[in-house]
């Protein structure tokens, strides 16, 4: 082939590359042109990355500026399981090593930890649970452990420097910053914050390119909340209950504190309760019941407030006048005075202060009648929530009057039959010792914005209405000391004070709703000081503590009462309006000889003396008595009475009673018995009412209340 | 035959110089990130070895430029020899990389025999065909013979696999045999049969398929088969005209993967836009112009043949890489000469263009 065909050919090849060339050229023309925006717009979505900036929750102190609540740094333990690249040496290369220095800081298993640790499907894990989120000094501790591949990310989390303080108000915000419960939840709206964004763009693994800020709204941190609470006085309650917990064992109790004046609430605790630091803890949910306003219960005696106040509103009070008392027919029912006998023919005045049930049927069912009794109850806010500021407020239960039948109206006007909360309680109850006006409850005194100080929200009481007038108020007022002075609430006295208030030891419905539980006690008392002028109104009430009779429990409120009202009285300096100080009753009593004198008299002498009759037999006279005469006793104490000649004793009814009592009594009718397990006595082998010898031994058995449930 | 020899094409000089510069420049660019992450802190890794390499090409260029190019003729056969012998090897002992045997290591640096014998085919057809010549319009004892050795070579490398070094290798040696003379009809009824060949190939492996249908359509698998091209066309659409600016990609962040290699055209059309692509293209389209003159003006059929390899299997590897980046082709690993990061490719191609300098020197 020539040399020129050659040519040709070499200059034809080159042609084909040029044109290929331009085809290239306008191909990348192409796509940097027409094709440009779009993909631009693609590949947006691909490099911007928008993150959410987390506003800081807000604090919540308590009316003094205490702090309860705050949101502080924590760190997320991550362990490095796989090295990055060939010198990475920053990795967890000896697992049972790293468990078992972090296990006894984190408070996390041995196994769990090696677990996590040997994982062989990720490159780095969160250890769970125990090492999410932990505290500072925990991190400072893991820190120094200096181990390699345990890293730790700073994040933030939520603290309550008093631990479980106030826990069922505060309630609780998890690790993932979400509000469970109590404040947290109501005021989650203020305290929460709004978050901020920042959009960027990112490379592939997700850090933001160079220049690649695209937009930053910053977030707006949460206000914080001051509460109406006063830390020391809420300290008060927390003591008084931690120590009746600790002796008694209650099922549940719960203690309010509030100014009668204003609704706000001083001090609110419930037990069980538990540590918002670490709710995780927390295995039966019940203990996050805020029962003081979440539980209905029959208030018993304590609810006859609402029925005096209402009947001297009305003028149907006469204090001197006198009625019979004992028991009271409604059609085929008979409603009983709490003894079961009454005292005779006695004044309205000495009913009230015996808190006899028949006087409170007279005084309401029969003269206020069931249209005003509703009316009142009404007026006095039952049946509806306060509107204290706290998430999950129950209505209570009140009958329809138009389908109430008369002796249901009638035990109403004694707290039986009607559901309330222990925070209606308290508004009612504070109505009539503020003058006649009810006030919304509330906890919440005001939103700030913590940066600048601003107060942003303020609550100032509100006065719902007129219940009663304030000459009724004063009236009821001084009543209810007499109570205190004079009546079932000698127990509830303070040196220094005038304290006026009302018992309440109601029998607890049985579970299937029949009647009532034998032996089953909610024992509450709701009482206010000084009286003139009411400063504080502290309600308590306490759910079968384990004591051996109704007067030990009457004791239980009356040391919660005590040592709060007296504890808050003194630290708000409340000047004392009592001159003479009342001597401090004596808390022992010395048994008198009373062989011979007749049952009756015998019976009421020893409940002069402070201790509890037990009257054994059916005779008229005493014929023996435990313990011997001379002996000294702490008060509530049982005293046996024996009036019969032991051979012609029949078997008592041991059940409910405690160990202790049944070897008393089983020591004076000269029974030998066997007890098994301890606790109270649930059953006996031979039936009550066989006579007490030829029955061999006798066995009891017994139970701990608490395992009963 | 032999006359004085002149100096070598200064414009081809030149442009070798500009387009090794602009790649080193974007070597470090679009490797910098991905170094400092894989190479514990050290920005300059991968700029660093291909400055070394630079070094070397400029080094193995100056020699070839000196060595009068006939020379190579005796070397031919043997150079052939060895680059079959070191396919074999690799196929033997090589490391296997992204699923192709195509490396032997020495240390912790390494060959691609594939590399070295595109050039050992491109000088032992020039030799061939140029003895041949008379033949080359027959079938059998030409055409046949010639596309027998060029096939075999080929199939080594179909071994490996590597698509792309195979296709430039045998493009290059098809426009060799066709500057010859080989007939048309011939080379059409090949280029027929090639073309079925070159199906069943793609057909035979799964994973060509899957990059036929991403680059037709690459949205249809995002994260899988069209991943490389979709992040290819982030890059380059929106570099625009202007360019983002030196060093201002977004899709050298881990984006798109291995960007200093066979991407690195994207990297620069996102930093430089079509101004910094189109005078990429025309310094290789000079670049290649000055080689045709040199194989038009060279003294003899063997210096046009051998120029025109060289020449050839630039410009093929510069369409492929270029139609590959912009979706005009299937994904396939080939470099871009000159810019693209890689030991073997560059000293490779500047000896290549050693070799076509000297060839000037001698141009009529």
């Given at each position: 082939m020539g040399k020129k065909r050659i040519q040709a050919r070499i200059l034809l090849v080159g042609t084909g590359i040029t044109l290929l060339f331009i085809i290239l050229l306008t191909r990348l023309f192409w796509i940097q042109s027409v094709n440009a925006d779009w993909l631009v717009k693609e590949a947006q979505n691909l490099w911007s990355r928008k993150e959410v900036l987390q506003p800081q929750r807000g604090a919540i102190f308590d009316?003094?500026?205490?702090?309860?609540a705050y949101t502080g740094k924590a760190y997320t333990v991550i362990a490095r399981l796989k090295p990055y690249s060939e010198n990475d040496k920053n990795y967890v290369r000896n697992p049972v090593d790293v468990a078992e220095k972090l296990s006894p800081v984190l408070d996390v298993s041995m196994e769990d930890l090696v677990e996590q640790l040997t994982r062989e499907d990720v490159r780095q894990v969160e250890i769970p649970r125990g090492g999410w989120k932990v505290d500072e000094e925990t991190g400072k501790q893991i820190e120094e452990l200096k181990l390699p591949g345990i890293i730790l990310n700073e994040t933030t989390r939520r603290y309550y420097p008093n631990g479980a303080f106030a826990s069922h108000v505060l309630g609780y915000a998890n690790l993932d910053g979400q509000a469970v419960m109590g404040i947290e939840k109501s005021q989650d709206k203020w305290l929460s914050g709004k978050p901020g964004s920042y959009e960027f763009l990112k490379d592939r693994l997700g850090y933001q390119l160079p220049n690649g800020l695209e937009s930053i709204t910053p977030a707006e941190d949460g206000k914080d909340v001051y509460l109406t609470l006063d830390k020391q006085i809420q300290g008060y309650v927390e003591d008084a209950l931690d120590d009746i917990e600790q002796k008694y064992h209650p099922k549940k109790m719960t203690a309010i504190v509030a100014d009668p004046k204003t609704g706000e609430i001083l001090g609110m605790a419930n037990r069980p309760h538990f540590d918002p630091n670490r709710y995780w803890d927390i295995e039966d949910y019940s203990v996050q019941i805020n029962h003081a306003v979440s539980s209905v219960f029959e208030p018993g005696s304590t609810f006859k407030i609402v029925t005096l106040s209402a009947a001297v509103e009305e003028g149907l009070f006469h204090p001197n006048e006198t009625y019979q008392s004992g028991a009271y027919q409604i059609g085929p029912d008979r409603i009983h005075d709490h003894n079961g006998k009454g005292w005779g023919e006695i004044t309205f005045l000495e009913g009230v202060q015996k808190s006899s049930n028949v006087a409170f049927v007279i005084l309401?069912?029969?003269?206020?009648?069931k249209e005003r009794l509703f009316e009142y109850i009404h007026k006095f806010g039952f049946g509806s929530p306060t509107g204290i500021q706290l998430p999950g407020e129950e209505d209570g239960v009140l009958r329809n009057p138009n389908r109430a039948y008369p002796v249901e109206v009638a035990t109403m006007t004694f707290g039986q039959g009607v559901a309330v909360t222990a925070i209606q309680q308290v508004a009612a109850v504070s109505a009539v010792a503020n003058g006649g006006t009810l006030i919304q409850p509330s906890i919440v005194k005001k939103i700030e914005n913590p940066e600048t100080g601003e107060v942003i929200d303020q609550f100032e009481p509100v006065q719902e209405r007129r219940v009663i007038s304030e000459e009724t108020s004063e009236q009821v007022r001084e009543i209810l000391e007499t109570v205190v002075t004079d009546g079932?609430?000698?127990?509830?006295q303070i040196d220094g004070y005038h304290v006026a208030g009302k018992t309440g030891t109601a029998q607890k419905p049985r579970e299937d709703g029949r009647g009532y539980a034998p032996g089953k006690y909610i024992y509450s008392f709701v009482g206010f000081a000084p009286r003139e002028n009411p400063e504080l109104l502290v309600y308590v009430v306490v759910d079968e503590p384990e004591v051996d009779n109704i007067y030990l429990g009457a004791q239980v409120t009356s040391s919660i009462f005590k040592s709060i009202m007296k504890n808050s009285l003194q630290y708000m300096k409340v000047?004392?309006?009592?001159?003479?100080?009342?001597?401090?009753?004596?808390?022992e009593f010395e048994v008198d000889d009373l062989v011979g004198y007749a049952a009756v008299t015998a019976e009421q002498k020893v409940l002069d003396a402070g201790g509890v009759p037990q009257i054994i037999g059916e005779g008229e006279r005493v014929l023996k008595q435990y313990p011997e005469e001379g002996k000294r006793l702490r008060k509530g104490s049982t005293v046996y009475l024996v009036t019969r000649k032991t051979a012609d004793l029949a078997m008592p009814d041991f059940t409910g009673k405690s160990l202790r009592e049944a070897l008393e009594y089983c020591s004076i009718l000269g029974i030998e018995a066997r007890f098994e397990g301890h606790g109270y006595v649930i059953d006996q082998n031979v039936p009550p009412g066989s006579p007490v010898k030829d029955n061999g031994e006798l066995i009891l058995y017994l139970k701990s209340r608490s395992d009963s449930q | 035959m032999p006359k004085a020899r002149s100096t070598p094409d200064l414009i081809m000089i030149l442009c070798t110089l500009l387009l090794l510069s602009i790649g080193i420049i974007m070597v470090y660019s679009s490797s910098a990130v991905i170094s400092y992450h894989e190479h514990d802190g050290d920005y300059y890794y991968f700029t660093k070895r291909q400055m070394v390499f630079a070094v070397l090409g400029l080094f193995a260029m100056y020699v070839t430029m000196n060595i009068d190019y006939w020379v190579w003729k005796k070397w031919a056969g043997i150079g052939l020899l060895i680059a079959v012998a070191l396919l074999v090897l690799v196929l033997l002992i090589g490391k296997e990389v992204n699923g192709a045997k195509s490396w032997l290591g020495i240390g912790s640096f390494g060959i691609q025999p594939a590399e070295f014998s595109k050039l050992a085919m491109a000088i032992f057809l020039a030799r061939w065909l140029s003895e041949n010549q008379k033949k080359i319009v027959t079938f059998s004892r030409g055409l046949m013979p010639a596309l027998g050795i060029v096939g075999g070579v080929f199939g080594l490398i179909m071994l490996q696999p590597d698509l792309g070094t195979g296709a430039v290798l045998v493009g290059t040696s098809l426009v060799m045999i066709y500057i010859t003379g080989a007939r048309i009809g011939h080379l059409m009824a090949l280029g027929l049969a090639g073309l079925i060949g070159f199906a069943g190939l793609i057909l035979s492996a799964p994973y060509r398929i899957q990059r036929i249908v991403a680059f037709l359509d690459?949205?249809?698998?995002p994260q899988g088969a069209g991943y490389q091209l979709i992040q290819s066309l982030y890059a380059i659409g929106p570099g625009g005209f202007m360019g983002l600016g030196l060093g201002m990609s977004r899709q050298k962040f881990n984006y798109l993967p291995e960007p200093y290699n066979d991407f690195i055209f994207s990297i620069l059309a996102e930093e430089l836009g079509f101004l910094g692509g189109s005078t990429v293209l025309l310094l290789f389209l000079l670049l290649l112009w000055r080689g045709m003159r040199a194989a038009i003006t060279a003294p003899d059929l063997f210096g046009s043949l051998l120029a025109t390899g060289i020449v050839g299997m630039i410009a093929l590897q510069v369409i492929i890489n270029i139609g590959v980046v912009t979706g005009m082709f299937p994904v396939t690993g080939i470099t871009l000469p000159f810019l693209s990061y890689g030991g073997s490719s560059l000293t490779l191609m500047l000896t290549g263009v050693g070799i076509l300098l000297n060839i000037t020197r001698y141009s009529r």
């Open positions: 009316r003094n500026g205490e702090l309860l309401g069912y029969e003269r206020l009648k079932t609430g000698t127990l509830y000047v004392p309006d009592m001159k003479t100080v009342v001597q401090e009753k004596e808390s | 690459p949205w249809q698998d």
